[in-house]
């Protein structure tokens, strides 16, 4: 079974510094993705950002980039420039196919962003 | 093109009673999936179905839930005789179609049940 975990139940940052969220799963596959998500005091789930497994290249989404390192099993958001609007839970997922042809996400615990004027 | 759309947003239910949450998939998807969040915690899997099947159920508990998605209409979870410990947020998400991962998982606003 994966597991994901995010070490960092709350953290905050300065109005315009950069924050990074750490991430790490526990799997056996090698073909998955990973994708981090915000979930803002609407309890809306917006997806921010993905990593296919295969792809070398750390993925980009404007001011959120990710550090993907395979070997150690590390996924981690960067968000640069911080902005009120980015106060959130953030959620680091994985995501794999099953048997059945379903993908299912798993989720870690979560990680509480305050951006601080 | 409206989103998710999931009702209610906020279900109370006394223990004993029966929950129902109901879920509109994005116009064009076929897809549906539903995940729990209890508090503090991040989402679970629950189940997942297509049109009139379910083709993955193995995060539902054995017992008091259930989930569809007929021909015509919203994909319905839901649990009978509710206890305490059901009260969470739940999601649902939909694709347009089975097992394309470059499709992403669009997801409703939940619905908060809380049981008394």
């Known amino acids: 079974a994966q597991t994901v975990t995010q070490s960092q139940p709350e953290m905050s940052v300065q109005e315009a510094?950069?924050?990074?969220?750490?991430?790490?799963?526990?799997?056996?596959?090698?073909?998955?993705?990973?994708?981090?998500?915000?979930?803002p005091p609407s309890r809306q789930m917006i997806l921010v950002i993905r990593q296919e497994a295969y792809k070398q290249q750390n993925a980009t989404e404007n001011r959120?980039?990710?550090?993907?390192?395979?070997?150690?099993k590390s996924f981690s958001l960067k968000i640069s420039d911080s902005q009120l609007g980015d106060t959130a839970m953030y959620f680091c997922a994985f995501m794999k196919r099953r048997a059945t042809g379903s993908y299912q996400l798993t989720f870690g615990k979560g990680t509480k962003l305050s951006v601080i004027p | 093109n409206a989103g998710v759309m999931q009702n209610p947003r906020h279900l109370v239910r006394r223990r004993g009673q029966e929950a129902r949450l109901r879920c509109s998939p994005m116009k064009g998807h076929s897809h549906v999936y539903w995940y729990r969040q209890l508090p503090e915690e991040g989402l679970k899997f629950m189940v997942y179905l297509q049109k009139e099947n379910i083709i993955d159920e193995s995060g539902m508990p054995k017992e008091r839930f259930s989930a569809e998605f007929p021909?015509?209409?919203?994909?319905?979870?839901?649990?009978?005789?509710?206890?305490?410990?059901?009260?969470?947020?739940y999601f649902c998400a939909s694709s347009p179609r089975q097992g394309s991962i470059n499709e992403k998982l669009f997801f409703g606003s939940g619905t908060q049940l809380s049981v008394l």
């Open chain 2, 71 to 89: 021909k015509e209409g919203p994909s319905i979870l839901r649990i009978q005789q509710v206890v305490r410990g059901d009260s969470a947020a």
């Open chain 1, 64 to 72: 959120f980039s990710v550090n993907f390192q395979k070997a150690a």
């Open chain 1, 17 to 39: 510094e950069t924050v990074t969220l750490s991430c790490t799963y526990d799997t056996s596959e090698n073909n998955y993705y990973l994708f981090w998500y915000k979930q």
